[in-house]
C-alpha cells in the first residue's frame, strides 16, 4: 500500500484531491472487487471477459481492436499489464505477448489469470522504461491501457520504447483525460471543477482495500514527449464511453458531460 508522505514544512497547502507523492502506487485486490471504483484506478478490477481490447471504461472494443491491427503471431508489448485484462485479450487474438509491470501482486493476478484463459504470456516485473530484456527492433506493438498515467518521466518510457519497437511499428496507449480527473460531480446536477488543468500535483484514489496515484498528464504535453521521442502521431481520440448494460465499478455519469479517456496512437519513424 502506498504511504502519505508529510509536506514540507512552510510549502504552500496542496489540493486536497492531490495525495500524496509517492511514485509507486500499489494496489492489492480484494476478495470481492469494490461495487465502484474511481475513474483514475482502471484497469484495476476490470472484467478479463468483456472480450476484445478495452482502453477505457465504457469504449467500444471495435475500436480498440481497429486501432492495434492484426496481431497475429507479432511480439506485442504490454506495458503496465497490471490484472493482465490487454495481455489476455491480445493473446486470444494470436499475439505472441511480453508484459510487464511494476507490481508484483498484480503480476501474480495476471499469470493466474492467463492460465485460467489457457493463453501463453511472458510476464517481467520492473520499471516500464527498463526494457533492457527486450533488443532492439524486436517489438511490432507496444500497448499500454492507463498504466502511463502513473508515471512521472513518459520520456523515459517513450525512448525506451522507440528502441524496442521496428520501424513504422505503433505505440498504441490510453490516458484518463486530463479534465475527467479534473471534475466532479458536487451538489449541482452538473460536473464542477475542483482542479486547474494546470494542477499537476498526483492524485491519490482509494476504495476499499484498494490505493493507487495518477498524474494528470495535459494533451500537449504527451503529444510534444511522442513526437521528441521519436514518433509521428497518426490518432488522437477523445471518444465518449457508453454505459454498458452492465454494470462496471468504473462507469463514471461525468461520461455523459465529457470525454473520460484520451487515446493515443504513434508510430516510430524510420531512421
Avoid at 476478495?31 to 481490447?53: D, H, M, N, Q, R
Avoid at 494470436?94 to 511494476?102: H, N, W
Amino acid at each position: 500500500m502506498s504511504t502519505s508522505e508529510e509536506q514540507p514544512p512552510g510549502s504552500p497547502p496542496r489540493h486536497p484531491s492531490a495525495g500524496n507523492l509517492s511514485a509507486r502506487p500499489t494496489a492489492v485486490s480484494p476478495t470481492a472487487p469494490p461495487e465502484s471504483l474511481p475513474l483514475a484506478s482502471y484497469p484495476v478490477c476490470a472484467s478479463i471477459e468483456a472480450g476484445g481490447l478495452e482502453l477505457g471504461p465504457g469504449l467500444d472494443h471495435e475500436m480498440g481492436a481497429r486501432l492495434l491491427g492484426n496481431v497475429d503471431g507479432k511480439r506485442v508489448l504490454d506495458l503496465g499489464c497490471g490484472s493482465g485484462q490487454a495481455s489476455i485479450a491480445m493473446a486470444r487474438l494470436g499475439a505472441k505477448v511480453i508484459a510487464v509491470d511494476t507490481s508484483v501482486e498484480r503480476l501474480g493476478e495476471a499469470r493466474a489469470s492467463a492460465e485460467e484463459a489457457g493463453v501463453t504470456i511472458e510476464f517481467h516485473h520492473g520499471d516500464l522504461a527498463e526494457l533492457a530484456f527486450i533488443r532492439g527492433d524486436g517489438i511490432d506493438v507496444a500497448v499500454s491501457v492507463y498504466s502511463l498515467a502513473a508515471v512521472a518521466d513518459l520520456g523515459r518510457v517513450f525512448r525506451q520504447v522507440e528502441r524496442v519497437l521496428r520501424s513504422e511499428a505503433a505505440l498504441l496507449f490510453s490516458l484518463p483525460h486530463p479534465l475527467a480527473l479534473s471534475t466532479e460531480f458536487g451538489r449541482q446536477p452538473s460536473p464542477v471543477m475542483v482542479r486547474t488543468q494546470f494542477d499537476a500535483t498526483p492524485i491519490n484514489w482509494a476504495a476499499d482495500d484498494l490505493e493507487g496515484t495518477v498524474l494528470p498528464h495535459r494533451i500537449t504535453d504527451v503529444f510534444t514527449t511522442l513526437v521528441r521521442s521519436n514518433f509521428r502521431v497518426d490518432t488522437l481520440l477523445e471518444p465518449p464511453s457508453i454505459e454498458p448494460p452492465e454494470p462496471i465499478p468504473h462507469w463514471t455519469p461525468l461520461a455523459e458531460w465529457l470525454p473520460t479517456t484520451v487515446v493515443f496512437r504513434g508510430r516510430k519513424q524510420a531512421s
